[in-house]
């Protein structure tokens, strides 16, 4: 069973900055590749950015390159995502989930980002 428990998320003014963090238990996560999502009220949940465990491969969608980064602490199991100059459109419910078998199968519970005007 695998355990991922996001933090981090709270409400900021437009422009801020947040660090979210993801711990994972339960599992190694060497090869697994690990990914930050979000849903914002009356929409379906996209992808954000991902990152492979054992390297340092990234991607990102285009509506957060350049202002989010994804990383991970491998000693500590805990994946982040930094957020840069946040916008209002950023206000969502972060999720982190650990992809197995080419799916992402392991999520959290969320943590929620509001950014204000």
């Known amino acids: 069973q695998v355990q991922l428990v996001e933090s981090g998320g709270r409400l900021v003014q437009a422009g801020g900055s947040l660090r979210l963090s993801c711990a994972a238990s339960g599992r190694t996560f060497s090869s697994y590749a690990m990914g930050w999502f979000r849903q914002a009220p009356g929409k379906e949940r996209d992808f954000v950015a991902d990152i492979f465990w054992s390297h340092t491969s990234t991607h990102y969608a285009d509506s957060v390159k350049g202002r989010f980064t994804i990383s991970r602490d491998s000693a500590k199991n805990t994946l982040y995502l930094q957020m840069d100059n946040l916008k209002p459109e950023d206000t969502a419910v972060y999720y982190c989930?650990?992809?197995?078998?080419?799916?992402?199968?392991?999520w959290g519970q969320g943590t929620q980002v509001t950014v204000s005007s």
């Open positions: 989930a650990a992809k197995v078998m080419g799916t992402y199968k392991f």
